[in-house]
């Protein structure tokens, strides 16, 4: 009688689910899970762009920022070493700056550029230097190029011959004897007198794809393994600027590397608990090399433009109406820029640099995270102009930092009456905001713009706070909420998770899907659920219910189903946020399924489990197979986990 209850009981705790394959309820858009790229955090100088040389150019504000003259005083002549002046040689915005190096005593003279926070260094690895030279007056016949680790220790080293007075570009290359988290590169003098330098510049020659003064290779092959369906750049309140003049202005990030105009980056001093003074943009990850690493991924290339209204946090600066137009005319190059034809002036420039195929862009976005009525107006008037020359674009447009409020609503309902195309959202929310939002988007108009989930995040403690954390609750909260997403595919096209990456010791903002190093990187445990959904986005939208109703969190359950047309695969996420197993009886309606099933599992005993440098793949999916039962899946459900269910259709 007792094992009678005990059995009835567990009948009564297994969950009967139905997927049915039958009917597509909605494609899934290739650009379902893309990644939304900022410099913010040191993730592209100091991050993504390996350039290891901080201040190359001596442009920042403070010209000698990031060098050091260890056995120099400005207040003396040190006649015992020796010391660099800043030269402006020019008032044009960009390559304004030189250094005019006075070597006294060549062995008493040191100057050493300090990286970004250090420069990673790995034993046997070769590392290409560059720079402008031209020799003054007096007798300085070469330069010393040294890496030297963290006690001063020499771990490799290049010395360059200096010819002629004129400026040239000398080239060189460094194999370290030694691994080092936080190199240094230390430049030394033969011969006393006169030398100028400009854009000393030290990169890996290991980069992604090889490409010469390219991007890190680690950090991207962790982007490219999230199979990304877009790549969104520059930003994030980057593209605004904390001032109108301090916005992104892409056609100032391309063309010669050392034309780029140096900006200063707007998360420097956002925050008084993480200031970042020596935070510039060089560019040299400008917007052609965005549109390359799209291209390198496969993923659709979507920049976002500044609408004309700076930062509404920090300034809120707007541009007068009847001043628009040069920012409209940097949208219509761009699309030049990108898609136009090598005859076209934009088009021209692409192919100078290296690609003369267009690359197709598709999306543009209109303005970051801006709200209320100056917004809209300035929307509409971006929108006539796009769409008379380039009616094929489509426009993406925001509806600011909030999930809900008035300006939300406000945003909302402009936004549905000019029938926008595609609407882009934002959420840095509390774990529980998304297992109780996972229905979200059910009640969407199905008639309405499309849905781009841009920046979202589940935030352990508060928005902006130093002490979030990746944790394993907000990872497997944002899994439940992807259900949701996933299973409102035929209104949400595109999502992103916020911000993609972090210098453990240069960010500024806390969670972040990829932590690095000047050495090594990780994905978190949130990159984890990115990448199940992604990596099995599938093809088409198909049901899954219980008693006829979608798993928003009833009783700890959420899931969705797709079809993948390509692999004939029905994949199946379900997460259990419950602290117990929970059963499920999986039927299969629509389609005769064979074998075996496949689990992929993420999960932690631990809500507050954290990747990490130590362990970077504490968390990460463990793989399984499952055989299936008369064509039906009976499985159980770990506590806490998101599981990625694939069968195969017979
Ligand atoms: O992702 C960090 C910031 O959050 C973005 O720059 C901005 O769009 C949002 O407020």
Known sequence: MLLGVAIQQTAAQTRALTVNASESIAPIQPTMYGIFFEDINFAADGGLYAEMVKNRGFEFVDPMMGWQQPNSDRHSMNLESG???????????????????????????????????????ESGAEYLLSFEGAKGEGEVSQVVFTLIDESDKAIGSTTVDLSGTDWKVYEASIKAKA???????????????????????????????????????DLVQLLNDLDPGFLRFPGGCIVEGRTLARRYQWKKTVGPIEDREILVNRWNTEFAHRPTPDYFQSFGLGFFEYFQLAEDMGAAPMPILSCGMACQFNTAELVPMDQLDPYVQDALDLIEF????????????????????????????????????????????????????????????????FPDGEHFEYGMEQLSELNSEIVDEHYYRPPNWFRENANRYDSYDRNGPKIFAGEYAAQSVAIASPDNRNNWNCALSEAAFMTGLERNADVVVMTSYAPLMAHA???????????????ESYGTANYYVQKLFSNNRGTDLISITEEDSPLTGQSDLYASAVKDANTNELIIKVVNTAKSAQEIDLDFEGAKVAGKAMSYTLRSDDPEAVNSFESPKGISPAEAEIPLSKGRLRTSVPSEALVVYKVKIK
Not at 86 to 110: M, R
Not at 182 to 211: C, E, N, Y
């Open 83 to 121: 010391f660099a002046t800043a030269i402006k040689s020019k008032e044009s915005p960009a390559d304004q700056t030189y250094i005019q190096v006075l070597v006294n005593k060549p062995e008493g003279y040191e100057l050493i550029n300090e990286g970004f926070r250090g420069m990673g260094v």
């Open 179 to 217: 691994t080092s988290e936080k190199a240094k590169l230390k430049l030394t003098f033969q011969g006393a007198g006169i030398v100028h330098l400009d854009m000393v510049s030290l990169f890996p020659k290991d980069t992604w794809m090889g490409r010469e003064k390219g991007l890190r290779k």
């Open 338 to 401: 990108a898609n136009g034809d090598v005859s076209t002036d934009w088009g021209k420039l692409r192919s100078d640099m290296g690609h003369p195929e267009p690359f197709n862009m598709k999306y543009i976005g209109i303005g970051n995270e801006q709200w209320g009525p100056e917004y809209i107006k300035r929307f509409k008037v971006f929108e006539k102009a796009i769409k008379a020359k380039y009616p094929e674009i489509i426009i993406i447009s925001g509806s600011g930092p």
């Open 505 to 519: 010791e240069g960010w500024q903002w806390t969670p972040d899907l990829i932590w690095f190093n000047n050495l």
